[in-house]
């Protein structure tokens, strides 16, 4: 069974300062990966995600992430952050079957401070 | 496009009470999905559904029901409300059969509380 865990359950850092959430995943098959993100009292979106190809994702806003299949592991960086930052993220699986179920991990607050 | 929709937003039931969330979408999609979040438990699958007229359950579907008569809705029940249900339920829906950009959209979220 598919199982995600993302280890750090809040991660404080200083504005302009470089990030890493980490999250790492356990499958038996091939799998599709993403991060979300939620900011408060709102709903998730999509920040970014691995399909196939090139490891290296990269989002609009700054964010990326590498897929690293020896390490089963899908950590997400940001070599700047800013205060708009501050959110939720949850990294979530998907196994290529026909359902496209998401198994989420347990999310990382990433708090940005002044 | 109004995306995914949820009713309602908030709602307070008493145990043994019960109540029924609605998901709407305008896209055309195909899946759609309910969740429940929980503090430090991120999201987990309740029930889904890969079109109209299928339902399946996902990893915690007891004291839950759902259908999907229409393909843009996709209806969560609580026949016997308990304070164990209370949390924050999402839906989500995905492209089309045969895309292939794989991600889900999500509503804006529904917050139960049962007393």
């Known amino acids: 069974?598919?199982?995600?865990?993302?280890?750090?359950?809040?991660?404080?850092?200083?504005?302009?300062?470089?990030?890493?959430?980490?999250?790492?995943?356990?499958s038996s098959v091939s799998v599709y990966l993403f991060w979300y993100v939620q900011y408060p009292n709102q709903g998730l979106q999509l920040l970014l995600k691995y399909l196939s190809g090139s490891t290296l994702v990269e989002s609009i806003n700054g964010f990326e992430a590498e897929f690293n299949k020896s390490q089963t592991s899908f950590h997400l960086r940001k070599p700047s952050v800013h205060i708009s930052d501050?959110?939720?993220?949850?990294?979530?699986?998907?196994?290529?079957?026909?359902?496209?179920?998401?198994?989420?991990?347990?999310?990382?607050?990433l708090l940005v401070r002044p | 496009n109004a995306g995914v929709t949820?009713?309602?937003?908030f709602r307070v039931l008493k145990t043994g009470q019960s109540m029924t969330l609605l998901?709407?979408?305008?896209?055309?999609?195909?899946?759609?999905?309910?969740?429940?979040?929980?503090?430090?438990?991120?999201?987990?699958?309740i029930h889904y559904s890969v079109g109209e007229g299928t339902t399946a359950k996902g990893e915690v579907?007891?004291?839950?029901?759902?259908?999907?008569?229409?393909k843009q809705n996709f209806l969560l029940g609580l026949e016997s409300a308990a304070p164990s249900q209370t949390s924050v339920y999402f839906c989500a829906s995905r492209i089309p059969l045969g895309?292939?950009?794989?991600?889900?959209?999500?509503?804006p979220g529904t917050r139960l509380t049962v007393t």
């Open chain 2, 23 to 45: 998901c709407a979408q305008d896209m055309n999609h195909e899946y759609m999905y309910w969740y429940r979040q929980d503090p430090g438990m991120g999201l987990r699958l």
């Open chain 2, 99 to 107: 895309g292939r950009t794989y991600e889900q959209y999500f509503g």
């Open chain 1, 1 to 26: 069974a598919q199982s995600v865990t993302q280890l750090d359950s809040q991660v404080p850092v200083f504005e302009e300062a470089p990030v890493e959430l980490r999250c790492n995943y356990s």
């Open chain 1, 86 to 109: 501050t959110a939720e993220y949850f990294c979530a699986v998907s196994e290529k079957d026909s359902s496209y179920k998401l198994i989420f991990g347990s999310g990382t607050r």
């Open chain 2, 6 to 9: 949820q009713t309602p937003k």
């Open chain 2, 61 to 70: 579907p007891d004291g839950y029901n759902v259908s999907r008569l229409k």
